[in-house]
């Protein structure tokens, strides 16, 4: 995993609330066998009309960009597939801003080096706003310091993340080689209980 | 410590705790499909790294199968790779594999329960989000994303932390013609599409105590639909009964030892829930959803509610509904009858039982898919085939098929479809595809009417 440290980028605001993982990546692209590729689908049918021509929608317009989407209230709902962080991802975000995440999402988003970050629907608002003043304007992510600014128009976050997540988030390192150094203490616990 | 059901079985498979971070949670059983396990295999063939306990795993193919021909090679050439592959990985690593063609064939979340994998205070995880359905056994069942799949295959554990608790009570008596699909319906508009994130959810009282195995499971499997990563349902006489005889439940004196110690699982008297939720059951009709999120719910008859939220005022539009206005007797042109919600055999007794002896309407193609081959065998077992098809609805092999259309089993855009499945979001049946969901009995009610009926005012 991609080691996450500190981030300046430009944002994409997505207002819509309860934005579910079949609209991040619709079911109809699962039907791949690596992890590649998937940014191309990603929010498909918002982004393209069914024969592929560009809609009106927050990717499609030359005023957002950068690595940081800001998007409405419990974002991820749904589904729990792991190719919505990976079209995220092959897109080109490593931070999602929202009120709200669900639960499995948020889990897959820290599998793949994309940092889920929980504000209050007024600190929400307040960006949103931000954005919209100013499409441009830019952001400061800090892990180390979980901070979140934008300096232009005077906002400052603290966010919460799990100490554990933060270390393999800085680090790159991955949950499935941290269980691996504790296969002793987990044959040790089948032993136990048989 | 007074200890809640969900506290006794998660306690018991903690191997240790990340400093400052989540528990190793021991799994007992994994259940894999083709679409969410391929890039996890890749990982082990990465890493070089065994699969940890095969014997705990069990792999079916449910996703992406056609629905029809199933004994031909699968036409569509990506869905045909996955399938492949699955086998292809299933055999490398030893796992148990119930494919196309395979008695046990059949929605993981269907095979699961009927086979007797799943059984009373285990923990299972799946790489699909409806893993909740194995609750209702009094287990810890919960969706995973695909690295954690991967982590399970490495280590049977998986890094996660302790959900908050909540308990849904739900008392009284039910109208008779409530099924348990409404009665998580109305629970789920009642307390919106998020109330749950968080946490792990316990479904009591007198309503699911009455309720039989596959009620509950319809109920806990929509647990996520509320934001929850799981629900659980005590068990009990109901769910030992369910259990015995099964294919790999224990027998003789290891089930009596079993039992014995299931008996202990229930929640303690005292326990105490991070948040409680009561509802009356009498309260409770038949349910429709309006929207484009499960929390979107009312009872049929009632009106849309209004709003001004944009999210709200979008999801109508996609809808083609209005706000204030009501869906009884608006006309449908699909009902589809199936997915790891509502496929068990006693959700196709329920609509055939309404179906007996009339006629689907014309304007309407209504879809009957069996959860697994052997509900399959029952459905013809107990002619209910033959009630379906004179009355003119198409019965097809199993499969998750229309609910999430990774096959040819496609709402076409802008159409109504009366759909038993979880999840009404948009161009979740197909692109464009307007999803009402409901009970079995509702959806056979609007085949046959061509409209959407209230079965409790007829």
Redesign the interface.
């Known amino acids: 995993m991609e080691k996450f440290e500190i981030l300046e980028s430009g944002m994409v605001p997505l ?4 934005v ?1 993982t ?2 991040i990546i ?3 692209f ?6 590649k590729g998937f940014g191309e689908n990603l929010f498909r ?1 918002w982004r393209y009309t ?1 024969d592929n021509q560009a809609k009106d929608f927050v990717l499609n317009n030359d005023a957002y960009a950068g690595k940081i989407l800001v998007a ?3 974002f991820g ?7 919505a ?1 990976w079209a995220l991802a092959d897109y080109g975000f490593r931070v999602v801003v929202s009120s ?5 999402f948020k ?2 988003a820290l ?2 080096g994309i940092l889920p970050i929980q504000v209050s629907s007024d600190e929400l608002q307040a960006i949103f706003t931000a954005i919209n003043s100013n499409p441009s304007i830019q952001a400061k992510v800090d892990l180390e310091m979980q901070q979140f600014r934008i300096d232009e128009a005077g906002i400052v976050l603290s966010f919460e993340i ?4 933060k270390m393999c988030m800085i680090n790159g390192y ?3 080689d ?3 150094s ?2 002793e ?2 044959t040790a ?2 032993q136990n ?1 048989s | 410590m007074k200890k809640t059901l969900f506290d006794k079985v998660w306690d ?1 498979h903690v ?2 705790s ?5 528990d ?1 949670l ?1 799994i007992d059983k994994h259940l894999i499909h083709e ?2 396990s ?2 996890a295999f ?2 082990l063939e990465e ?1 070089e ?1 065994p699969l ?1 306990r095969p014997n705990q795993v069990v792999a079916t193919a449910d ?2 199968v056609p629905t029809e021909n199933q004994h031909l090679p699968i036409q ?1 050439a ?2 045909r ?2 399938v492949t ?1 699955l086998s292809k990985n299933c055999e490398q690593y030893g796992v148990t594999l119930y494919g196309l063609g395979h008695p046990y064939q059949g929605i993981v979340h269907v095979i699961g329960p009927e086979l007797g994998v799943t059984q009373p205070g285990m923990t299972m995880v799946c ?3 409806h893993t909740s359905t194995h609750g209702a056994f009094g287990t810890i069942a919960f ?6 799949v ?2 399970v295959f ?4 998986v ?3 302790k ?1 908050k608790s909540m308990r849904v009570t739900v008392s009284g008596d039910l109208h008779p013609d409530v099924q348990p699909k409404d009665v998580v319906l109305y629970i789920i508009a009642k307390l919106g ?2 109330a749950g ?2 946490y792990f959810v316990e479904f009591a009282g007198s309503v699911f105590e009455q309720m039989s195995m596959e009620g509950r499971m319809t109920v806990c499997n929509m647990s ?1 639909e509320m ?1 929850a ?1 799981g629900g659980m349902i005590a068990p009990d006489q109901t769910t030992f009964d369910y259990v015995t005889g099964r294919e790999f439940a224990p027998k003789g004196e290891a089930l009596e030892q079993k039992i014995a110690y299931w008996k202990t699982l229930p929640t303690d008297e005292g326990a105490s829930f991070d948040l409680e939720h009561h509802f009356d059951a009498a309260d409770i009709r038949p349910m429709i959803t309006y929207g484009t ?1 499960p929390g979107m719910g009312i009872k049929i008859g009632e009106k849309i509610p209004e709003s001004d ?3 709200f005022i ?1 999801s109508l539009q996609y809808m083609g509904l209005k706000a204030g206005s009501s869906l009884l007797h608006m006309p449908i042109s699909h009902v589809f009858i199936g997915s790891c919600t509502n496929s068990r055999i006693e959700d196709f007794r329920a609509a055939a039982q309404y179906v007996k002896g009339k006629q689907k309407s014309p304007d309407v193609s209504a879809l009957i898919v069996p959860g697994s081959q052997q509900v399959a065998k029952q459905i013809v077992a107990e002619g209910l085939d033959r009630v379906f098809e004179e009355a003119g609805f198409v019965l097809r092999q199993p499969g998750c098929s229309a609910c ?3 096959n040819d089993d496609k709402i076409p ?1 802008e159409a109504y479809c009366v759909s038993t499945s979880n ?1 009404n ?4 049946q197909g ?2 595809a307007r999803t009402l969901l409901a009970s079995p009995v509702t959806a056979a009610a609007a085949a046959v009417a061509g409209k959407i009926v209230d079965v409790s005012q007829q």
Do not use: W
């Not at chain 1, 699962?30 to 992890?35: E, F, G, Q, S």
């Not at chain 1, 709902?77 to 190719?83: A, L």
């Open positions: 207002t819509i609330e309860n579910d079949d609209q619709p079911a109809r699962l039907k791949a066998t690596d992890r049918d069914n409405g209230n419990n709902c749904g589904s729990s597939r792991e190719h962080a709200f995440f669900a639960d499995i889990g897959n599998n793949n799990n100490a554990y997540k991955d949950d499935i941290y269980l691996l504790q296969k203490a987990i616990f089948e209980r | 018991s191997v240790s990340v400093e400052n971070g989540p190793i021991y679409v969410t391929p890039q890749n990982v890493k790294i940890f996703h992406n569509d990506l869905s790779k996955q592959q790489g699909d989000s969706g995973i994303g695909t690295s954690q991967a982590q490495a280590s049977q554990c890094l996660v932390a959900p599409t998020d994130t968080g996520i934001g990563r999120n939220d944009a999210s979008k999430l259309a990774m855009a999840r979001f948009e161009g979740r692109q464009g």
